[in-house]
């Protein structure tokens, strides 16, 4: 089972700056990432597929990068509703796994 | 609007079993995977498999092979989620998702399972 590890598992930023999450595998999942945001009580919403594909809907702020074992999700400028948790997950090995998650939270 | 809309909250004691249903609308049901994802009060997602609403194949989770079914009924557009033995560990929301190429682009809301003696 492919093991994706988040970090940092807390950011606390303000509105208007840069936030840089990332997720690791433990072995190769190709460009295979996606990238999911949760509120709190709702189910998460798709961000980024396939390492840097936006959903339908998702504001451009949203940016997805990298390859292999490697993955950054990047906000270039915080919203007031961006404050969430976010969550990758992998599609490349069964089963399907997701990251510990990266609460991003204000500061 | 393409929706999947899950039954309600439960409560279910040690040892029994709980059926979840996941109502899709909005889109051609036979054309996607419905995933089933599971999150603990406070804790991450987890995966638990997927099925095929044509074939009724389904892909499960070693963890939850043996205790979990998951099956789909194409005349109403709907697929259940069966979970057998539950513990407090299965104290969780459980949530369907359509996938496309298994990035998973619609969820439900959620069905809270609570287990309790």
């Known amino acids: 089972e492919i093991v994706l590890t988040q970090s940092p598992a807390t950011l606390s930023l303000s509105p208007g700056e840069r936030a840089t999450l990332s997720c690791r595998a433990n072995?190769?999942?190709?460009?295979?990432l996606a990238w999911y945001q949760q509120k709190p009580g709702l189910a998460p919403r798709l961000l980024i597929y396939?390492?840097?594909y936006r959903a339908t809907g998702i504001p451009a702020r949203f940016s997805g990068s990298g390859s292999g074992t490697d993955f950054t999700l990047t906000i270039s400028s915080l919203e007031p509703e961006d404050f969430a948790v976010y969550y990758c997950?992998?599609?490349?090995?069964?089963?399907?796994?997701f990251g510990g998650g990266t609460k991003v939270e204000i500061k | 609007q393409v929706q999947l809309v899950q039954s309600g909250a439960e409560v279910k004691k040690p040892g029994a079993s709980v059926k979840v249903s996941c109502k899709a609308s909005?889109?051609?049901?036979?054309?996607?995977?419905i995933h089933w994802v599971r999150q603990a009060p406070g804790q991450g997602l987890e995966w638990m498999g997927r099925?095929?609403?044509?074939?009724?194949?389904?892909n499960i989770a070693q963890r939850f092979q043996g205790r979990v079914t998951m099956t789909s009924d194409t005349s109403i557009t709907t697929v259940y989620l069966d979970v057998r033995g539950l513990t407090s560990d299965d104290t969780v929301v459980y949530y369907c998702a359509r996938s496309s190429g298994d990035s998973l682009d619609v969820w439900g809301q959620g069905s809270l399972v609570t287990v309790s003696s």
């Open positions: 099925v095929n609403p044509i074939s009724g194949a389904t």
């Open positions: 396939d390492s840097y």
């Open positions: 072995e190769s999942i190709s460009f295979y």
């Open positions: 997950q992998q599609r490349s090995n069964w089963p399907n796994t």
């Open positions: 909005g889109y051609s049901f036979t054309g996607y995977y």
